[in-house]
């Protein structure tokens, strides 16, 4: 190959690389986190199957890192893999835009605000598979744009190599930021045709395809794994049904248009906030001034390159726009923002000139003082967001709940979170080996029940016969058991016994450091919070029940559950639990109270199936004597425009009340809307 960078282009990579690791190993947490934490830990620790489509080339990469000496036990390996990976990228970062401009200043400016911007840097320091889908994007840019400039098909070959490569890794987003790598080519378009009449560039470009696509080949191969979401592979159809994402939808029933536009403008604040606010007239500067200065294929890609994993992707999603599923969607336009770190960078150079000619005394000074205020600001912006090195209160309540388990006992967990938790906790950490981790739903572990792919009435069939023959104590964390004790953390099994809640010292401890951390706003990461809010659901639905039915509550207990109930989540379930008492209509002016209070305090991360749940239990209350049924109308309505699908429990009393109210137009637009729901 004729194309050699500057041999002193090497010791920048390496600064950028040290500069962004140390920072990422400073910061990253040391203790188990939500997200997909817990199961990429699992499947790299115990060589099993990452959900679809499987991230085989990060699992892979993964399984054998962890597995080096040099590292502890836990979760630092696989953070660090992750915080590498990402160090890296911010290096080939550099070397693509030095190849593009020549500037140094602009190649640090750009990579290290990249480094430090807020979801990037939020990725690089936990175990996921953004980090290395950014590498491989960078790596074959930084290919296509070696191929540019020496027009040796040998960089394209191994363009193919990479590009294939990264599909093994997160395909979805390495397709929607194909254009912009298309665009980087655009120049050498009639030498990339005159290849293609060539059945040698076809037969050795689909050779090295194969070769980066070859990892899927681990998914299909692997036998008898302990951890794999939906248990293994075992055709080549099954293999093609997984990497497609089949099983899963991106598509929420009660989305629709105006969720994708507030997803636009979400995007746009998001886009604006990544390196602190001070960068935003930077970027726009950036902007305006690359369209003069780089070539017209490059400016394009560019632009392409933000518009992919931003808004063409919020274009093919249809996700419910609330918190929750914004902090799902955060991640994804991590590519996409490399095009705006170029673009600060570019509006930073655009300021150092005119400054240069404006002070030429500090001249060559000036470029550097600006360059590391730029980096500093970026870097102050968000280091609070991602100092995670002393969060630890997930991993606490993990080991809490499991140590607090009867010997050999059988614990049900469901949903990913507590899944990663308490699997990695129990199979990587070994914590309580004398116990039975399973999944309620029959995902991840290999003790499953039944297929995942049954129907609920075979799994639910599965579930009835396990608990009838086994003679264990069983619990489960968020599952309901019937018959079943409410012990706050979890539900204990009871056949032949009422419904009860029963006191469990040994998590109260946990609680009251749950409740500062949440009272004082301590808790501040979307997915902590999400975590935290249903742990207090649970934990309030138990100290209601216990005061209902237990006369002899220390004062150390009453003060607990005021505590809970000062939360909107406490409140929630206090109204649901006395509601669900069926005491007539006495009591009513008490639980408007509550409910007037927990209106008041809804938190901006409350789920729109919680709010309508709150809404219907304000209707309902409404409907207690003396009656209001105009209010009650208006809280259910509200109720269902929150949350619009056919189980919506408010369905049938608002349509009772059209009813009694002579709307029996309002009737029919509700029957017709729903016309799933059955109301007498």
């Not at 290999?446 to 075979?458: K, M, Q, T, V, Y």
């Not at 699908?645 to 608002?654: E, G, R, Y």
Request: with cysteine; hydrophobic share 45%; proline share 5%.
């Amino acid at each position: 190959m004729n194309y050699r960078p500057e041999a002193r282009a090497g010791v920048h990579l390496l600064l950028v690389l040290a500069a962004t690791l140390v920072v990422y190993v400073l910061t990253m947490p040391r203790t188990i986190g939500l997200e997909d934490a817990g199961l990429f830990q699992m499947v790299c620790h115990l060589d099993g199957i990452s959900h679809p489509p499987g991230y085989p080339l990060f699992t892979n990469l993964c399984q054998l890192f962890v597995k080096l000496s040099i590292f502890p036990p836990g979760v630092f390996a696989g953070n660090f893999l992750s915080a590498l990976l990402a160090a890296l990228g911010c290096s080939v970062f550099f070397s693509c835009c030095f190849s593009i401009t020549r500037d140094l200043l602009l190649s640090y400016v750009a990579a290290l605000a990249y480094g430090f911007s807020a979801t990037f840097w939020s990725q690089a320091i936990i175990i996921e598979v953004y980090s290395l889908t950014v590498l491989m994007f960078l790596l074959c840019w930084r290919v296509l744009l070696a191929f540019v400039e020496s027009g040796n098909v040998r960089y394209l070959y191994l363009a193919i190599l990479v590009y294939a490569g990264s599909l093994a890794n997160h395909w979805p987003l390495m397709i929607l930021s194909t254009p912009a790598l298309l665009a980087t080519v655009f120049p050498r378009f009639e030498l990339i045709r005159s290849h293609l009449k060539s059945p040698g560039f076809w037969a050795l470009s689909v050779l090295v395809a194969l070769i980066g696509l070859s990892p899927y080949v681990t998914i299909l191969l692997a036998r008898d794994t302990a951890i794999a979401v939906y248990g293994d592979v075992h055709s080549l159809e099954e293999l093609l049904s997984y990497v497609a994402r089949s099983a899963y939808s991106d598509h929420h029933d009660v989305a629709g248009s105006m969720d994708r536009v507030r997803f636009m403008l979400w995007l746009l604040t998001e886009s604006a906030t990544q390196f602190g606010f001070v960068a935003i007239p930077l970027m726009l500067l950036g902007i305006v001034s690359s369209y003069g200065t780089l070539p017209r294929s490059t400016a394009i890609g560019l632009v392409l390159m933000y518009l992919g994993s931003t808004f063409f992707l919020n274009f093919l999603l249809n996700f419910r726009y609330e918190v929750f599923w914004q902090s799902i969607f955060k991640p994804y336009p991590v590519i996409g923002y490399l095009a705006l770190s170029f673009w600060l960078a570019s509006g930073t150079r655009y300021v150092v000139d005119w400054l240069r000619k404006t002070n030429a005394r500090s001249a060559r000074v000036m470029p550097w003082v600006v360059t590391a205020v730029v980096v500093l600001s970026i870097f102050s912006a968000n280091i609070f967001e991602n100092y995670r090195r002393t969060t630890g209160w997930v991993e606490q309540y993990g080991i809490s709940v499991l140590e607090s388990l009867p010997k050999d006992a059988v614990f049900f967990a469901s949903g990913d979170f507590e899944i990663g938790v308490f699997g990695f906790l129990h199979l990587v950490m070994g914590v309580r080996p004398d116990i039975e981790l399973r999944s309620w739903d029959n995902l991840v572990f290999s003790n499953r029940l039944a297929s995942p792919f049954s129907s609920d009435e075979i799994q639910q069939a599965k579930r009835i016969e396990f608990l009838e023959g086994n003679t264990r104590p069983v619990l489960a964390s968020s599952v309901p058991l019937a018959p079943a004790a409410h012990q706050g953390a979890y539900y204990r099994y009871t056949p032949g016994s009422p419904r009860s809640a029963e006191r469990n010292p040994q998590m109260d401890l946990f609680l009251d450091q749950l409740l500062d951390l949440y009272i004082n706003g301590l808790i501040t990461y979307p997915h902590e919070i999400h975590f935290a809010y249903y742990r207090l659901v649970s934990f309030t639905r138990q100290y209601v029940e216990l005061a209902l039915t237990h006369q002899d509550l220390t004062e150390e207990e009453f003060e607990r559950l005021t505590r809970l109930q000062s939360t909107f989540p406490g409140k929630l379930a206090t109204l649901e639990t006395l509601l669900h008492l069926d005491r007539g209509n006495d009591g009513k002016h008490f639980l408007i109270e509550i409910a007037r209070a927990a209106e008041e305090q809804i938190p901006p991360f409350a789920t729109s199936e919680s709010l309508a749940v709150f809404y219907e239990f304000y209707g309902r209350i409404m409907t207690m004597e003396p009656a209001d049924n105009r209010k009650a109308i208006s809280y259910f309505e509200k109720s269902i425009d929150t949350y619009p699908i056919p189980n919506n429990t408010s369905i049938c009393p608002l349509a009772n009340l059209y009813r009694l109210e002579t709307e029996l137009d309002k009737t029919e637009i509700l029957s017709q809307k729903f016309p799933e729901s059955r109301c007498r």
